[in-house]
Every structure is written in structure tokens, then in C-alpha cells.
């Protein structure tokens, strides 16, 4: 993507500058051979002087080469790399900026020595709001953070939005911030500015701090599987279902383990798992009449048998059995109450 050599360009911004400030910059940014990024205090404490002393170093270093001759010989390379990131969207992480441009890990230290020195891009680093990134239109990326912010209040926490959906709800964020996205793949980068939204194997967005989207255990991904098959489903199935959609081999045996613990998941047959989210009330088959019972007033076998098998795959005459039950009484109408205490 960049018509010129990083490693070239750094090598002649660097050779004008006096030894010990050359140095610190190379150990800063990892320009040395080892390519290892030094701190202030193991530079300083090399040295002899204060990590403060170090940073005034680096800074004046860095001031003499934006005023150098060999800088402004790279006009081009600076109008190249320029573009590059607006190709990028103008605002970007640093991770995707780094991965589209550098060719190997030793060309990513050269790009971002290339980056804080030209004057033309600007950084803010790591947040609790948002990652690393790098810009060259500061009202763009203020514009885009509102975006984001605004994107992540009207995101419910425990919901799960397919991303077509969540692309054009973000760009009516933007619009309202009066940006207008140039490509499609330009959305997506913006959404990673954000620490507080996140992608889901299943490609589907929400509140990164949300279960369903930061998958950590056999538990989220049973709960992915179920949402994705969209009906109850047997534990070895949901196991079969992991290793086909996220290739994560999981054992039956502890995948239905897990499916006990959380109350995400509502047995509601042999073995059969089903979401709560989805309606299904968590108990046996007597909670579950008493439920219906508490919610619609006394009802008949059949209307009984008939909701009952809405929310558990159990045959008519478990359900008969269960009316037996002493919580239950039967009117003189035939239909049946729960019992006075």
C-alpha cells in the first residue's frame, strides 16, 4: 500500500541528530536491530539521568527532525502515508493501521516512529472508552467517538443485534454527528474504536461487557448454539452444534453440566435445553402448572395439558399425575385451581 521503505525514510530523519538523542529514539521505538521498545527508566537509569530528562530528550529529538531538511525531502512519503490512513478511514486503530501497512513486525516499529513524527497524524492512546488510535482529521475523530458513545447507550446490555442491523444504526449515529461513511468496510473499523461494543462469533453486536458477546466458557457457547437453532435442543446436540459453528470440540457430559448452572437455560424434557429468554419458566412440571395457574385463574385438563406443553416436551398423563399433586384442587366445574392453604 506505501510506495516507499519506513526503515529507508527513518534511517536518513535519524542521521542528522546527534548521537545520544539518535539513541534514544532508537530504543524508544524499537529501531534498533533487537527491535525492542525500551521504557524511560531503563533508558534513563543506562544513562545516568531521570526518566523526565529522557522524555525531554525524545521530545527534542523529534522537534529537530520535524524542522529538518531530510523531513521535508520526504514530502512524498509523508503524502503517501497521509493517504493511506484516510484509505483507512481516516480514523484507526492502531493494531488495523499497523496491520495493513507494515509488512512485518520490524516495519510496524519504523511506521509508528513515522507516525509521531509526522506532523501530519495524530494519536490519543488506550482508554477505558476506546483503543489506541491514529487520525489526521481531529473533528472526524471527535465526531466518530460521539457516534460511538451514543451507539453504546442505546445498546440494551444483554442484547444481540445481527450486524447488518447494528451497521445502519450506527451510521444514523454518525449522520447525526454530520459524518458520512465512504465505503463499507469503513463502519466496521470505526466500530472497533470502541472498547464498549463487541463482535460475537456469530457476527452479531452488543455491549462488549455482555456474556453473549465477550465468550469466555462452555456456557456461552451453548447459549449461542441455542439462539442460533432458535429451539430447545437436546445437551448432546447443543455439544454437536459447539464444535460445528465455533470448531471447539466439547464434551456432552460437560456441556450438560453447564447448561444446569446457569439459569440462561430452562430444562424442559429429557435432556432438553431451551432459553429462558425465549419464555420458558424454570421448575418442574407442577411450577410450571402453578405458574399458569397464578396467571390465568382456574382452567380444565385440556386447556392445562395444552400450555403446559408449550413450555415442556412431557407426555398428557405426567401432567395428569401432576394435578394429583395436593397443591391442586378440582372445582365442581371440572376445572382446576390451586388449592387454599
Known sequence: MLSFQP???????????????????????GLTPKGLNRTLDAIGKEYGITRERVRQIENHGLYVIRASDAYGAHDPSWQDLKKAVESLGSVVIEDTLLSALAKNEAERNHLLFLLSVGEHFTDRREDASFRTRWFVDTQLAENIEKALVKLYEATEPSKLT????????FEELLKEEGVKARSSEMLPRWLLISKKIGRNPLGEWGRQESPHVRIKNTRDFAFLTLKRHGSPMHFTEVARGIEGLFKRKTHPATTHNELIKDNRFVLVGRGLYALKEWGYEPGVVRDVIKGILEREGPLDRSQIVERVKRERYVKDATIAVNLQNGIFTKLSDGRYAIASK
Open 7 to 29: 526503515k529507508k525514510v527513518t534511517k536518513d530523519l535519524l542521521q542528522g541528530l546527534p548521537e545520544r538523542s539518535r539513541q534514544v529514539l532508537m530504543d524508544r521505538y
Open 162 to 169: 445481527p450486524e447488518e442491523e447494528f451497521l445502519t444504526q
